[in-house]
Every structure is written in C-alpha cells, then in structure tokens.
C-alpha cells in the first residue's frame, strides 16, 4: 500500500532525529498515528504547533 492507496491524509509536517549509533536489537524507533475529529489544521495546531517547539525546515 502506498500512501495515495490509504484512507489518511498527509498533513504537511514529518519528524525526525538523527540516531546516535546504527539502529540494531533493541533499537527504539517512534510512530505515532493518531485518529482524531479535528480539522487537519486543527490537529496540527494542537499537538504540533503549539509555539515551544525545538524544530527547523529543511
């Protein structure tokens, strides 16, 4: 499946962080998949955009 085969929506904001070492056992990896009845905007407003975020573009 690919993303233009799913039901979701990409919102525009990915994230990411560069591991310390290569990624092996035991190894933690974070996702997050949310459902939500907030509008697109909304949901990011709420948990991404909240003004104390330690972020930059790329």
């Known amino acids: ?3 233009t085969d799913s039901q ?3 919102l525009g904001l ?3 962080y ?6 092996g ?3 933690e990896v974070f ?3 949310r459902a939500s009845k907030r509008t697109p905007k909304a949901y990011v407003d709420r948990f991404f955009d ?3 975020e330690r972020q ?3």
């Not at 560069?18 to 990624?23: A, T």
Request: no cysteine; net charge negative; charged share 20%.
């Open 1 to 3: 499946m690919t993303i």
């Open 50 to 52: 909240t003004g104390k």
């Open 8 to 10: 979701d929506s990409y």
């Open 56 to 58: 930059q573009q790329l």
């Open 31 to 33: 996702s997050l998949v």
């Open 25 to 27: 056992d035991g190894a």
């Open 14 to 16: 990915a994230q990411a």
């Open 18 to 23: 560069r591991l310390s070492d290569v990624p």
